[in-house]
Structure formats: C-alpha cells, structure tokens
C-alpha cells in the first residue's frame, strides 16, 4: 500500500509542479518579467497543493513548536537542517515573504527556474567559492531591503537522519552582512521524506524553531551555536517522537 500511495504522490508532485509552472506563463509575459507580488503567490499556492496532497495521499502530517522565537514580520535569516524536499516547500507557507537560499541547478529548470528566480529566491553556485558569497550577500541586502525572511539550509544539501556534515559558511557570512539574529531550526523531514527516496512514509514530520543567536557573536561560536541547537533540536524531537 505504501508504494501505491507513493506512487500516487509522485504523480501529483510532478502534475501539480507542471501545472504551476505552465500556469505561470500568461503572467509572466503580461509583467515582462518585472518584479510582483504573484510569482511568490504563485509558489505558495504550489506548496500547498503537494503539501495537501503529501497529507492525503501519504498519510504525512507535520507540527510545528517554537513560533514564539518567529518575529511577527520584517527581515529575518531562518537557518534550518535539511533532510527532504519537504524543507523546501514548508516555509512557504510558514512565512509572509520567504526568500530560500537555493542551487543554481534549480533556477536553471525549464519553466520552474524562471519562477524560482521571479519569487525572489537567492540562487547561488556552490562551485563558485569567494565569489559565490559575494553573490549570497548582495542578494542578501536586496531581501532585507524587501523585508524578506532568508532560509538557509547550512548543510548545503539534503542530510539523511542521523548523518553529521560541516556547516557551510554562507549562513555566518550572511549574519555579519545583514545584522540579522540566526534562528536555528530542526526537522526530523527525512524520516517521512527520504532523500531521493519513491516511498513516503506516513507519519508525522517535526519542525521545531529555537531562539535566535544574535549576529553580534564571534564567527566560531556562532557557528558552534547553531550546530549545538539543531543537534539539540534534533535530539528532543526524537525523545518527544520515541
């Protein structure tokens, strides 16, 4: 039964995107690609038609604690784990105007990728180095200006549960520029959602916001901050789940 639902998912994942994605080309040529409101109204509206069709098809839920530690609006940096494509969806609808921090692979997606670009996503190429910062941070001060909420994800890419890697520096890099305070978060997504994995499990996916680490502490320690409070993030979502 799991593979059939899965199945079924997968098949509304990839009509529900290309629907969107096609949807989108009236609009985008009456703007001329100039910025909007709709292309972000667009994507929300996306989000939750896979998110409602995660939910119905595969039984998967999610909760989330800690919207204490959320501003209630303006600029923010959200620096959360990364373990499905789920953590790529959810903020759009958790967030007024979120702005993802994303691979330049993505953006260069046919119809997809012009979307992305148009909803104020912050593409960047990891093969870049110095450059590739440099790039983050000046799109970076065109989010604050806009009052978006950036969402990171330090690992650089999807991190099956239980897996440890280094924190890629962009989200420290991105503190200092912005002044922004860091709100770490954790998510046990990829128990559900598997990396790159056909079957989606049901049950339910944690997300859980920590408070902020303000931008004003040393580079080390803020990045030895942050890994502490999404491990811890991590281990109390997995006691509350056990």
Known sequence: MI????????????GVTTAFAVSSLVPRIVTLDRPAAWPLRLARAWA????????????????VSGRENLPPDGPMLIASNHQS????????????????VTKRELVRLPLFGAMCRMAGMIAVDRSAGADAIRALLRAADGAVRQGRQIVIFPEGTRVAPGVRVPFQPGVVALAGRTGLPVIPVATDSGRCWGRRAF???PGVIHIAIGPPIPATVPRNELMHRLERAIEDGQAAIAGAAA
Do not use: E, H, Q
Request: hydrophobic residues 55%.
């Open 3 to 14: 593979w059939v639902r899965s199945a079924l998912f997968n098949a509304w994942l990839y």
């Open 48 to 63: 939750g038609c896979v998110l409602a069709g995660l939910r119905v098809l595969c039984g998967i839920r999610w909760t």
């Open 85 to 100: 494509a789920f953590d790529t969806m959810i903020w759009l609808l958790l967030l007024p105007l979120p702005s993802y």
């Open 199 to 201: 079957r989606k499990l």
